[in-house]
């Protein structure tokens, strides 16, 4: 072969890397020209784009951007942005939040909703929500299992008994709450939480009845449908089907209902319950509008993998990975953020209730063996805790009024200082699973021995 050939083999090769390394690259252009164009289309959609200020507004569309090319290119982990995190720290922070929480409540058993740092000033009686009064004593159960402290036993009963105060029968055996003159399906679902929580560590069954109640409309509200799917209340300000005229249904209350009655069936083993939610499962996974919307999946996946956990049938895990993901594409990807780890476009202390249900996926996939998912969510979990940590007070600020009243709570984001109840009791919560499941630190509370002779008069 000549020279002359040789030398135009190689010129000939050489084109062809050149094109393919200009095509390769004309690809990612046109990729990241494709990403932005959708996030900018896709952004200015949700609900009080116009009133965010223009720095929100770019590191909105930047996290976005990041994010769906995230979902082609995945990052590794960095390892190192989370080094710092061992079960001390976790614990510290759980016990800190949770006396936060002891804190804010009055001697009624109620919680104060909210406490701003800045101003020194607590919310008003009025500025309040049931559901997250019932969301903040299921918190403080979980706890109590990993601390024994009985001061959070206490306390979580304490506002249990607050709740009652909105409790009303629906003869012959049905019961819910209503405040506000609204009664909603989450608002029946979380206080059930709490006594399924109170009735496994303490053996009481001072709740069982009203149990029984609390489930039995749940299934009717599902039965209004005749579809597998619950609805969102039974009454709202005096109209019984506010749904329908308004074109409504949440998205967070069918996860919450679904963990109730998960909790049910293990409890009580009533196959009603696990019935319900495999006709839910059947409506939830047809319908997009709810997998894909990020409210739906936390509670939902926490709710199924329960029922994989007391059945190991494999559809329900399957579900749970399936929602996990797609929960997971919403996490902040880029390790030179100071947002890393955290979720959605507004990064905010709302990352840990996505970590709830993250921690519960993380369970799934460890008992069922799947190491490839394990290792991912583990990481992931990681990442936000990371995130959540930075929003939490852990000693006295002297710029603030009174820095001792701050200690502990969990702020609303890195410019938002108001410390809600809701917030730390999520945080709280994905904290202590990533502690017990992640960590594997036992219990400092073990069940109480089963008693098959609870009170069984109502169906």
Same mark, same amino acid.
């Given at each position: 072969?000549?020279?002359?050939?040789?030398?135009?083999?190689?010129?000939?090769?050489?084109?062809?890397?050149?094109?393919?390394?200009?095509?390769?690259?004309?690809?990612?252009?046109?990729?990241?020209?494709?990403?932005?164009?959708?996030?900018?289309?896709?952004?200015?959609?949700?609900?009080?784009?116009?009133?965010?200020?223009?720095?929100?507004?770019?590191?909105?569309?930047?996290?976005?951007?990041?994010?769906?090319?995230?979902?082609?290119?995945?990052?590794?982990?960095?390892?190192?942005?989370?080094?710092?995190?061992?079960?001390?720290?976790?614990?510290?922070?759980?016990?800190?939040?949770?006396?936060?929480?002891?804190?804010?409540?009055?001697?009624?058993?109620?919680?104060?909703?909210?406490?701003?740092?800045?101003?020194?000033?607590?919310?008003?009686?009025?500025?309040?929500?049931?559901?997250?009064?019932?969301?903040?004593?299921?918190? *403080?159960?979980?706890? #109590?299992?990993?601390?024994? %402290? !009985? /001061? @959070?036993? &206490? +306390?979580?009963? =304490?506002? $249990?008994?607050?709740?009652?105060?909105?409790?009303?029968?629906?003869?012959?055996?049905?019961?819910?709450?209503?405040?506000?003159?609204?009664?909603?399906?989450?608002?029946?679902?979380?206080?059930?939480?709490?006594?399924?929580?109170?009735?496994?560590?303490?053996?009481?069954?001072?709740?069982?009845?009203?149990?029984?109640?609390?489930?039995?409309?749940?299934?009717?509200?599902?039965?209004?449908?005749?579809?597998?799917?619950?609805?969102?209340?039974?009454?709202?300000?005096?109209?019984?089907?506010?749904?329908?005229?308004?074109?409504?249904?949440?998205?967070?209350?069918?996860?919450?209902?679904?963990?109730? *009655?998960?909790?049910? #069936?293990?409890?009580?083993? %009533? !196959? /009603? @319950?696990? &019935? +319900?939610?495999? =006709?839910? $499962?059947?409506?939830?996974?047809?319908?997009?509008?709810?997998?894909?919307?990020?409210?739906?999946?936390?509670?939902?996946?926490?709710?199924?993998?329960?029922?994989?956990?007391?059945?190991?049938?494999?559809?329900?895990?399957?579900?749970?990975?399936?929602?996990?993901?797609?929960?997971?594409?919403?996490?902040?990807?880029?390790?030179?953020?100071?947002?890393?780890?955290?979720?959605?476009?507004?990064?905010?202390?709302?990352?840990?209730?996505?970590?709830?249900?993250?921690?519960?996926?993380?369970?799934?996939?460890?008992?069922?063996?799947?190491?490839?998912?394990?290792?991912?969510?583990?990481?992931?979990?990681?990442?936000?805790?990371?995130?959540?940590?930075?929003?939490?007070?852990?000693?006295? +600020?002297?710029?603030?009024?009174?820095?001792?009243?701050?200690?502990?709570?969990?702020?609303?984001?890195?410019?938002?200082?108001?410390?809600?109840?809701?917030?730390?009791?999520?945080?709280?919560?994905?904290?202590?699973?990533?502690?017990?499941?992640?960590?594997?630190?036992?219990?400092?509370?073990?069940?109480?021995?089963?008693?098959?002779?609870?009170?069984?008069?109502?169906?």
């Amino acid at each position: 072969m000549s020279s002359r050939t040789i030398q135009e083999i190689k010129d000939l090769s050489m084109k062809k890397r050149i094109s393919k390394k200009w095509s390769g690259g004309l690809i990612c252009l046109v990729l990241t020209v494709l990403i932005i164009v959708i996030s900018y289309q896709k952004i200015p959609q949700l609900e009080s784009w116009r009133q965010l200020p223009s720095d929100v507004k770019w590191l909105m569309l930047e996290l976005e951007t990041e994010r769906l090319f995230f979902r082609i290119f995945p990052p590794d982990p960095h390892p190192e942005q989370y080094a710092h995190l061992h079960p001390e720290v976790l614990k510290k922070a759980v016990v800190l939040g949770a006396d936060w929480i002891l804190s804010m409540q009055e001697p009624s058993g109620r919680f104060q909703y909210w406490y701003d740092p800045v101003s020194n000033r607590f919310s008003e009686a009025h500025d309040d929500n049931f559901l997250r009064q019932a969301g903040t004593g299921f918190s *403080l159960m979980m706890v #109590y299992e990993l601390t024994g %402290d !009985p /001061r @959070y036993l &206490n +306390s979580s009963k =304490q506002n $249990l008994q607050h709740l009652q105060k909105f409790l009303k029968n629906l003869p012959p055996d049905k019961a819910y709450y209503l405040y506000n003159q609204k009664a909603k399906l989450g608002g029946i679902s979380l206080p059930m939480l709490t006594m399924l929580k109170l009735r496994e560590f303490t053996g009481s069954q001072e709740y069982d009845i009203l149990l029984k109640k609390l489930a039995n409309m749940i299934l009717t509200l599902q039965e209004q449908y005749q579809t597998g799917q619950y609805k969102s209340t039974y009454v709202y300000r005096g109209d019984y089907e506010y749904e329908k005229k308004k074109g409504w249904e949440s998205k967070i209350y069918p996860g919450e209902a679904m963990l109730a *009655l998960a909790g049910m #069936y293990q409890a009580f083993q %009533d !196959p /009603r @319950y696990k &019935n +319900s939610i495999d =006709q839910a $499962l059947g409506f939830y996974a047809k319908n997009a509008e709810f997998e894909n919307s990020q409210a739906f999946l936390p509670w939902t996946i926490s709710a199924f993998t329960s029922l994989y956990l007391q059945t190991r049938e494999a559809h329900y895990a399957k579900y749970v990975i399936k929602l996990t993901n797609l929960m997971l594409r919403e996490q902040n990807l880029d390790h030179k953020d100071k947002v890393y780890g955290s979720f959605h476009g507004v990064p905010a202390i709302n990352t840990s209730a996505y970590l709830e249900g993250l921690a519960d996926a993380f369970l799934l996939a460890q008992t069922a063996g799947n190491t490839h998912h394990q290792q991912l969510y583990a990481d992931r979990l990681k990442m936000g805790y990371r995130w959540i940590l930075l929003l939490q007070h852990t000693k006295d +600020s002297p710029q603030l009024p009174n820095p001792q009243q701050a200690i502990g709570g969990f702020q609303g984001s890195l410019h938002q200082a108001r410390q809600r109840i809701d917030n730390t009791q999520h945080s709280i919560v994905a904290l202590t699973k990533g502690l017990r499941y992640l960590y594997n630190t036992p219990p400092a509370v073990s069940p109480a021995p089963s008693d098959q002779s609870s009170p069984s008069g109502l169906q």
